[in-house]
């Protein structure tokens, strides 16, 4: 059974950091691709990241370039989200997604066919 686990969300002062985990059970990372969503309130949800099944390749949207950096560590079966310079619009559930072949639009939810429960990020000072 596929399972994806988020931890790692909390709060945290604007300018702060935080690390997201992904750890995946009932597959390996090589056979797809991990991507990082957010949703506020009120906000319809958002592509934040994503990493390639080769780990080799990685995309971020306009609004977590230079911030947010996506790893993996395959001897955990896990995918991190590193973000840095947390704004207090950095604020929402994240979420992270499994799909083998997403396509170019990996900013879609509707691309990714497995989702975690999400951990929540609250920036505020």
């Known amino acids: 059974q596929l399972q994806l686990v988020e931890s790692g969300g909390g709060l945290v002062q604007p300018g702060g950091s935080l690390r997201l985990s992904c750890v995946a059970s009932?597959?390996?990372?090589?056979?797809?691709?991990i991507g990082w969503f957010r949703q506020a309130p009120g906000k319809e949800r958002e592509g934040v990241s994503c990493?390639?099944?080769?780990?080799?390749?990685?995309n971020y949207a306009s609004s977590a370039k230079g911030r947010f950096t996506i790893s993996r560590d395959i001897n955990k079966n896990t995918v991190y989200l590193q973000m840095d310079s947390l704004k207090l619009e950095d604020t929402a559930v994240y979420y992270c997604?499994?799909?083998?072949?997403?396509?170019?639009?990996?900013?879609?939810?509707?691309?990714?066919?497995?989702w975690g429960q999400g951990t929540q990020v609250t920036v505020s000072s």
């Open positions: 990493i390639t099944s080769s780990g080799t390749s990685t």
């Open positions: 009932g597959f390996t990372l090589d056979d797809y691709v």
């Open positions: 997604a499994a799909d083998r072949a997403p396509g170019s639009r990996w900013y879609l939810g509707r691309a990714y066919d497995y």
